[in-house]
């Protein structure tokens, strides 16, 4: 292997670390956001002494921007009932 070659290959390898890198990190920031929005969600839903108009409009908008990062915008609603 040429000294061209050598450097080509230790190229390529540091971007394809750098880029998995990238990609696990994103994903922890993104479920790091999840765990967060999913306890604000809780907090709407349960918590709250007061409910309304205005805790259905956050949760709108907490569901629409779970579905921005996901792709998914149910993935923060319960799953407790099981068909089948």
Known sequence: MTKAENRAAAK????????????????????????????????????RRAHGADAEELRIAIDDYVEQLTGDRTKLHTRNHKCG
């Open 12 to 47: 390529a390898y540091y971007q394809e670390r750098m880029r998995k890198l990238n990609e696990q990190s994103r994903a922890a920031d993104i479920a790091a956001d999840l765990a967060e929005l999913d306890r604000l969600r809780c907090y709407l839903i349960r918590g």
